[in-house]
């Protein structure tokens, strides 16, 4: 399957300011594979390096004298000549040598002809444990699960990708088409987007087969709350993981810690939303006390919401059924709400970085909130998923706000429009948002 980040990967290839180059996401987002991928279209060849599967090679990286006695060390255990630029060298799992990591900084220091390319699923666990970490001297790349757009490529929908993508104007889209996208977008909300369970999905088309690898899946995040050096933290880490769902369905979203136990506290369980977070299994949307600043001023860092960095894992957690998401009229139901949310923080992540909220610190009256807050081109947008009475809910922060220049965001099940400084936009087009915002702008 076609990855979006190979374009990325490609360009730091040809860059002149190339550093070694540290691939991080969820476990099972495809890292591996999509580094043995560009090694093999992009290089002459590729040396890869499993720190997990063979420990001997922790010892190449035990005080070496210099970068190339290190590269003739690989060189033996590679059993083949490593050439600069036109081999690929790839540490999979690096996190099980930080000598390794750490030495990445000479490589560009002393030697950065050499192309190194590394990856660990737990590596920000790791960091955060040992403080170890070449500041400066590396560049990252983070890999999130499959999107809605290299689903559809994946599907053979490429031309609804391109259609979108060369959007000069907001015009209702075709019926044929609308049709066919939310097909496709509801089975992709039900798959979620981890390349195992969509290779299977395009091999067996069996739904039975889909929801054993996704138990599969959880099972194995789970089992790696082991990796928690604290004994009490590792028990603190599956209990958060196991409430977020039951937040999600609720109105507000916020994470609750009475929903963990009545006497739970945030002192007591922000260390194992912090290692969650270094996981990559969840994603944070802090509450924001002014919607009009800037994203990161004015942050209210003892509220937030918390998202699973895969839709798919919270259809199995759910144990939702295909034919409750296929056959549900509006996607934005409340029984699929929180599935939709979840997409959204998702998609908005990946595309702009970070996601904030707002409520207003006086609730007396009607509630007013924006589900999410995003920045693009240094302006701050306001985001709603559409809810009943989301329109009353637009013209209340209006009132509010009357100056604020930016339109608000909709995203609803089907109108694709901009009226009255308000964007509505489907979901299964938020994928597109920044061409829809370079449009509108």
């Given at each position: 399957?076609k990855?979006?980040?190979?374009?990325?990967?490609?360009?730091?290839?040809?860059?002149?300011?190339?550093?070694?180059?540290?691939?991080?996401?969820?476990?099972?987002?495809?890292?591996?594979?999509?580094?043995?991928?560009?090694?093999?279209?992009?290089?002459?060849?590729?040396?890869?390096?499993?720190?997990?599967?063979?420990?001997?090679?922790?010892?190449?990286?035990?005080?070496?004298?210099?970068?190339?006695?290190?590269?003739?060390?690989?060189?033996?255990?590679?059993?083949?000549?490593?050439?600069?630029?036109?081999?690929?060298?790839?540490?999979?799992?690096?996190?099980?040598?930080?000598?390794?990591?750490?030495?990445l900084?000479?490589?560009?220091?002393?030697a950065?002809?050499?192309?190194?390319?590394?990856?660990?699923?737990?590596?920000?666990?790791?960091i955060?444990?040992?403080?170890?970490?070449?500041?400066?001297?590396?560049?990252?790349?983070?890999?999130?699960?499959?999107?809605?757009?290299?689903?559809?490529i994946?599907?053979?929908?490429?031309?609804?990708?391109?259609?979108?993508?060369?959007?000069?104007?907001?015009?209702?889209?075709?019926?044929?088409?609308f049709?066919?996208?939310?097909?496709?977008?509801?089975?992709?909300?039900?798959?979620?987007?981890?390349?195992?369970?969509?290779?299977?999905?395009?091999?067996?088309?069996?739904?039975?087969?889909?929801?054993?690898?996704?138990?599969?899946?959880?099972?194995?995040?789970?089992?790696?709350?082991?990796?928690v050096?604290?004994?009490?933290?590792?028990?603190?880490?599956?209990?958060?993981?196991?409430?977020?769902?039951?937040?999600?369905?609720?109105?507000?979203?916020?994470?609750?810690?009475?929903?963990?136990?009545?006497?739970?506290?945030?002192?007591?369980?922000?260390?194992?939303?912090?290692?969650?977070?270094?996981?990559?299994?969840?994603?944070?949307?802090?509450k924001?006390?002014?919607?009009?600043?800037?994203?990161?001023s004015?942050?209210?860092?003892?509220?937030?919401r918390?998202?699973?960095?895969?839709?798919?894992?919270?259809?199995?957690?759910?144990?939702?059924?295909?034919?409750?998401?296929?056959?549900d009229?509006t996607?934005?139901?409340?029984?699929n709400?929180?599935?939709?949310?979840?997409?959204?923080?998702?998609?908005?992540?990946?595309?702009?970085?970070?996601?904030?909220?707002?409520?207003?610190?006086?609730?007396?009256?009607?509630?007013?909130?924006?589900?999410?807050?995003?920045?693009?081109?240094?302006?701050?947008?306001?985001?709603?998923?559409?809810?009943?009475?989301?329109?009353?809910?637009?013209n209340?922060?209006?009132?509010?706000?009357?100056?604020?220049?930016?339109?608000?965001?909709?995203?609803?099940?089907?109108?694709?429009?901009?009226?009255?400084?308000?964007?509505?936009?489907?979901?299964?087009?938020?994928?597109?948002?920044?061409?829809?915002?370079?449009?509108?702008?």
């Open positions: 399957m990855r979006i980040q190979m374009k990325e990967l490609v360009d730091w290839k040809n860059s002149q300011t190339r550093k070694p180059l540290v691939i991080k996401g969820v476990r099972q987002s495809g890292k591996t594979w999509i580094m043995k991928e560009f090694g093999r279209t992009e290089y002459e060849n590729f040396a890869y390096f499993n720190f997990e599967r063979n420990e001997n090679l922790n010892s190449i990286f035990d005080n070496p004298s210099s970068p190339q006695k290190v590269i003739e060390k690989l060189i033996v255990v590679f059993g083949e000549n490593i050439y600069p630029e036109k081999t690929l060298i790839i540490l999979d799992e690096i996190q099980k040598c930080m000598k390794a990591y750490t030495y900084k000479y490589f560009h220091e002393e950065n002809e050499y192309h190194i390319i590394c990856a660990g699923s737990l590596l920000g666990v790791t955060a444990e040992t403080g170890v970490e070449p500041v400066g001297k590396v560049e990252f790349l983070y890999l999130n699960p499959l999107s809605f757009t290299e689903f559809l994946a599907n053979n929908e490429q031309n609804y990708v391109e259609y979108f993508e060369k959007i000069t104007d907001i015009e209702n889209i075709p019926d044929e088409m049709h066919s996208l939310i097909n496709s977008f509801k089975l992709y909300l039900f798959l979620g987007g981890l390349p195992e369970v969509l290779n299977t999905w395009f091999v067996t088309k069996n739904i039975k087969s889909i929801k054993k690898i996704k138990e599969s899946l959880i099972i194995g995040y789970i089992n790696d709350f082991r990796n050096k604290d004994g009490q933290v590792e028990s603190k880490v599956k209990e958060v993981f196991n409430a977020i769902p039951d937040n999600l369905s609720k109105v507000s979203k916020r994470f609750n810690y009475s929903s963990i136990s009545k006497n739970a506290r945030k002192r007591d369980y922000g260390s194992a939303v912090d290692w969650l977070e270094r996981a990559h299994l969840i994603q944070r949307s802090f924001k006390t002014n919607p009009l600043s800037s994203l990161r004015d942050t209210d860092k003892d509220f937030y918390l998202y699973f960095s895969d839709t798919g894992i919270l259809t199995n957690i759910y144990d939702t059924a295909f034919k409750n998401v296929a056959l009229n996607i934005l139901s409340d029984e709400n929180a599935l939709s949310i979840n997409y959204v923080q998702n998609t908005l992540c990946r595309l702009f970085g970070e996601t904030r909220y707002w409520v207003p610190e006086d609730t007396k009256n009607d509630r007013v909130e924006m589900d999410f807050l995003i920045n693009f081109e240094h302006k701050t947008y306001p985001i709603i998923v559409n809810i009943p009475l989301s329109r009353k809910n637009v209340k922060f209006k009132k509010m706000y009357p100056n604020k220049a930016e339109p608000i965001i909709l995203i609803n099940d089907k109108k694709l429009m901009l009226n009255d400084n308000v964007f509505y936009i489907p979901i299964f087009l938020v994928d597109f948002l920044i061409y829809f915002l370079n449009v509108i702008k």
